[in-house]
């Protein structure tokens, strides 16, 4: 934590896990102080020795709070709901919970790490003659093996959102993931459920506050 007491979030603008923690951090109110990570910037800021030394895995979000470190952002996201459960992002509901929990895993195991930038690099070494459209094609394929879940699950826990009615963690990891999708140009018309829950959360301020085009650190050009 900085002199002021407030938290540090390390965090990249249009890094999706960064968002989610964004996210959380603007629902329960809490003040902190943004240190930009560019993770393209002279071959990636993450992996400064500086930075390692925060955060072994050279990735972000990390949070620097109440003493300590935190990297992952879902740990993150869990450790501001015990420390300041208000208001609440996981359900008292044992059952709801698991529920959340899950949707957050899935997004958050089985769809981002596979689309991500250190995996898209790997993928344009392997066919570096039709780079972009071979890292397309990939994402493409990631995103929509795990919508196709997501879709079916969703139509069973949604109510406003993704489980009942109150905003929770998988709210906070469904927004960010749809907007990768749309990056990468992801035909939506299978995921009506999505689409609908989406479009609810990018009306709350908490969301847009947090958006990627309105960070610190976002590029004059993606602005808004």
Not at 21 to 43: H, Q, S, T, Y
Not at 100 to 127: F, H, W, Y
Not at 184 to 208: G, H, W
């Amino acid at each position: 934590m900085t002199e002021s007491g407030k938290p540090i979030l390390y965090s990249y603008f249009r890094s999706s896990c960064s968002w989610r923690v964004r996210i959380a951090l603007a629902l329960k109110g809490i003040d902190f102080e943004m240190v930009p990570v560019n993770l393209i910037k002279d071959g990636g800021q993450q992996f400064s020795k500086a930075f390692q030394a925060l955060n072994p895995m050279k990735q972000v979000p990390t949070l620097k709070i109440d003493g300590i470190t935190i990297h992952q952002s879902l740990a993150i996201i869990e450790y501001l709901e015990e420390t300041r459960p208000t208001p609440r992002l996981l359900p008292r509901d044992p059952k709801k919970r698991a529920s959340v929990r899950m949707i957050s895993d899935l997004i958050a195991s089985g769809i981002q790490p596979l689309q991500n930038l250190s995996i898209l690099k790997k993928v344009g070494e392997v066919s570096k003659d039709l780079r972009e459209e071979t890292q397309l094609t990939w994402a493409q394929n990631a995103i929509t093996s795990g919508f196709n879940a997501l879709e079916q699950i969703l139509q069973s826990t949604a109510g406003k959102y993704c489980v009942g009615d109150e905003v929770t963690m998988a709210d906070l990891c469904l927004v960010p993931q749809v907007a990768n999708a749309e990056r990468f140009k992801v035909d939506f018309t299978p995921y009506p459920t999505i689409s609908c829950i989406n479009k609810r959360l990018l009306a709350l301020e908490a969301f847009q506050v947090s958006h990627p085009c309105r960070q610190p650190d976002t590029p004059t050009e993606l602005r808004a």
